[in-house]
C-alpha cells in the first residue's frame, strides 16, 4: 500500500471515529490516538524522513492535508458536543416558574393553648397581669402558707406526687419530702403575694399534677388558670361580678352563673361556681346530669391566715381568688365526653379546632 493510501486509509478511519464520539472525553481519546504524540497520524509524519526523497513531497502534502482535516473535523465535533451537553445542564437545571408551589400544612393551636389565652384575655382586659411559679413546688407553698395543715387530708401520698431525694445526700427530705409536684397553681398567690405589694391583680395560668389514673373526667396532668385580687375594700361581690363577666366572655353571653357555698382551706367563705349548661340552656339533660348547671371553678375570699404567712395586713386589705381548670372549660365548650382526648394528640380530633 502506498503511503498516499494508508494515509487515507487512516484519514478514513478517524473520520469515522470522530463522527461516532457520543461525548467531549471520547473525542479527546480519538484525538491523541491519531494526532497526539504517540498517535499513529503522528507516527506517519516522524516516519516521513526516511523515504525516498522522490516520494517526500507528496506524502508531506497529503500528510499535511490530513492533518488539516482532522483538526477542522476535531474542532466541528467538538463545538456540536459542547452544545449538545450545554443544552443538556440548562434543560436539567431548568425551573418551571410556572409550578404551583408546594403547600405546607399550617399549624394551629392545641385547643388547651388556645382556650388558655382566650381566658388570659379577658382578663387582661381588666387590668391583671400574668404570674409564674415553679411547677416542682415546696409543700411550704403549695399546702403551709395556704394554711392547709400537715395533717390536712389533700396532702396525702394519694393525691399528691412527691419528689424525693433518691441519691441520699439529703437526710432532711429523705424518706419523706418537702418538694412535690403542685397540685394546684394556688401556691403562685403566696409567691405573688410576698413580693408584690397590693393592690394586686393576678392571673397564673400554668399546670398541675395529681396522683389521678387518667379517666373521662380526671387527668393526672391538667391546666388551671389561678386569679388573685388584693386591693382595699375587695368584697364577695366584686368576685361574684368578676366570674360572671369572666364566664360570659368565656361561654358566651346567654350563659348564667351560680355560687354554691364550699370549702377550700385558703379562702373563707369560699364557693363553688357553676355555668348554665349549654345544650340544654339549664332546663337539665344528659349533659348536665340533669341539673341544668355544670361546675367550672372554685373560688373565695383569701383566708386572713394565708395573708399572715405573707405579712400582708388583713385589717386594710381584703381579697379573693379563683382557680379554673381549663381542660373542664374545654369539654364545657366543646361537649367533650372524655378528657383523654387532650393529651392524646390524636390529629383527627385536634384539627377540629
Ligand atoms: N386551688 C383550688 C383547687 O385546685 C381552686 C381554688 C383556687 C379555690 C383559688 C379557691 C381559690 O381546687
Same mark, same amino acid.
Given at each position: 500500500?502506498?503511503?498516499?493510501?494508508?494515509?487515507?486509509?487512516?484519514?478514513?478511519?478517524?473520520?469515522?471515529?470522530?463522527?461516532?464520539?457520543?461525548?467531549?472525553?471520547?473525542?479527546?481519546?480519538?484525538?491523541?490516538?491519531?494526532?497526539?504524540?504517540?498517535?499513529?497520524?503522528?507516527?506517519?509524519?516522524?516516519?516521513?524522513?526516511?523515504?525516498?526523497?522522490?516520494?517526500?513531497?507528496?506524502?508531506?502534502?497529503?500528510?499535511?492535508?490530513?492533518?488539516?482535516?482532522?483538526?477542522?473535523?476535531?474542532?466541528?465535533?467538538?463545538?456540536?458536543?459542547?452544545?449538545?451537553?450545554?443544552?443538556?445542564?440548562?434543560?436539567?437545571?431548568?425551573?418551571?416558574?410556572?409550578?404551583?408551589?408546594?403547600?405546607?400544612?399550617?399549624?394551629?393551636?392545641?385547643?388547651?393553648?388556645?382556650?388558655?389565652?382566650?381566658?388570659?384575655?379577658?382578663?387582661?382586659?381588666?387590668?391583671?397581669?400574668?404570674?409564674?411559679?415553679?411547677?416542682?413546688?415546696?409543700?411550704?407553698?403549695?399546702?403551709?402558707?395556704?394554711?392547709?395543715? =400537715?395533717?390536712?387530708?389533700?396532702?396525702?401520698?394519694?393525691?399528691?406526687?412527691?419528689?424525693?431525694?433518691?441519691?441520699?445526700?439529703?437526710?432532711?427530705?429523705?424518706?419523706?419530702?418537702?418538694?412535690?409536684?403542685?397540685?394546684?397553681?394556688?401556691?403562685?398567690?403566696?409567691?405573688?403575694?410576698?413580693?408584690?405589694?397590693?393592690?394586686?391583680?393576678?392571673?397564673?395560668?400554668?399546670?398541675?399534677?395529681?396522683?389521678?389514673?387518667?379517666?373521662?373526667?380526671?387527668?393526672?396532668?391538667?391546666?388551671?388558670?389561678?386569679?388573685?385580687?388584693?386591693?382595699?375594700?375587695?368584697?364577695?361581690?366584686?368576685?361574684?361580678?368578676?366570674?360572671?363577666?369572666?364566664?360570659?366572655?368565656?361561654?358566651?353571653?346567654?350563659?348564667?352563673?351560680?355560687?354554691?357555698?364550699?370549702?377550700? =382551706?385558703?379562702?373563707?367563705?369560699?364557693?363553688?361556681?357553676?355555668?348554665?349548661?349549654?345544650?340544654?340552656?339549664?332546663?337539665?339533660?344528659?349533659?348536665?346530669?340533669?341539673?341544668?348547671?355544670?361546675?367550672?371553678?372554685?373560688?373565695?375570699?383569701?383566708?386572713?391566715?394565708?395573708?399572715?404567712?405573707?405579712?400582708?395586713? =388583713?385589717?386594710?386589705?381584703?381579697?379573693?381568688?379563683?382557680?379554673?381548670?381549663?381542660?373542664?372549660?374545654?369539654?364545657?365548650?366543646?361537649?367533650?365526653?372524655?378528657?383523654?382526648?387532650?393529651?392524646?394528640?390524636?390529629?383527627?380530633?385536634?384539627?377540629?379546632?
Amino acid at each position: 500500500m502506498s503511503i498516499t493510501e494508508q494515509l487515507h486509509q487512516q484519514r478514513d478511519a478517524a473520520l469515522t471515529q470522530i463522527a461516532s464520539a457520543g461525548d467531549l472525553a471520547t473525542l479527546e481519546s480519538v484525538r491523541v490516538a491519531y494526532l497526539g504524540k504517540k498517535g499513529s497520524l503522528t507516527a506517519v509524519l516522524r516516519g516521513l524522513g526516511s523515504l525516498p526523497p522522490e516520494e517526500r513531497p507528496l506524502a508531506g502534502k497529503v500528510s499535511n492535508e490530513v492533518r488539516v482535516a482532522l483538526e477542522a473535523a476535531l474542532e466541528a465535533r467538538r463545538a456540536e458536543l459542547s452544545s449538545v451537553a450545554l443544552k443538556a445542564r440548562i434543560g436539567a437545571e431548568a425551573l418551571d416558574v410556572t409550578l404551583p408551589g408546594r403547600s405546607r400544612p399550617v399549624g394551629s393551636r392545641h385547643l388547651i393553648e388556645q382556650i388558655r389565652a382566650e381566658v388570659v384575655d379577658v382578663f387582661l382586659g381588666l387590668g391583671y397581669q400574668i404570674a409564674e411559679g415553679p411547677e416542682v413546688e415546696l409543700d411550704y407553698y403549695n399546702f403551709t402558707a395556704l394554711n392547709t395543715p =400537715p395533717d390536712h387530708p389533700a396532702r396525702s401520698l394519694q393525691d399528691t406526687f412527691y419528689v424525693r431525694d433518691l441519691s441520699g445526700e439529703r437526710s432532711d427530705i429523705a424518706g419523706e419530702s418537702d418538694v412535690l409536684l403542685r397540685t394546684h397553681t394556688s401556691p403562685v398567690q403566696v409567691r405573688v403575694m410576698e413580693s408584690q405589694k397590693p393592690p394586686i391583680y393576678a392571673l397564673a395560668p400554668g399546670k398541675v399534677y395529681r396522683r389521678d389514673i387518667a379517666d373521662p373526667s380526671h387527668l393526672p396532668q391538667f391546666t388551671q388558670i389561678e386569679g388573685l385580687v388584693v386591693d382595699e375594700g375587695i368584697t364577695f361581690a366584686d368576685l361574684k361580678g368578676t366570674l360572671d363577666h369572666a364566664c360570659k366572655a368565656i361561654f358566651g353571653p346567654d350563659r348564667r352563673t351560680r355560687f354554691r357555698p364550699h370549702f377550700f =382551706p385558703f379562702t373563707e367563705p369560699s364557693a363553688e361556681v357553676d355555668v348554665s349548661c349549654g345544650i340544654c340552656a339549664g332546663s337539665g339533660c344528659r349533659f348536665c346530669k340533669g341539673t341544668g348547671w355544670l361546675e367550672i371553678l372554685g373560688c373565695g375570699m383569701v383566708d386572713p391566715n394565708v395573708f399572715g404567712y405573707v405579712g400582708i395586713d =388583713p385589717e386594710r386589705y381584703s381579697g379573693f381568688a379563683f382557680g379554673m381548670g381549663v381542660e373542664r372549660i374545654a369539654a364545657l365548650k366543646y361537649d367533650l365526653p372524655d378528657l383523654r382526648v387532650l393529651l392524646e394528640g390524636d390529629m383527627r380530633f385536634l384539627r377540629q379546632f
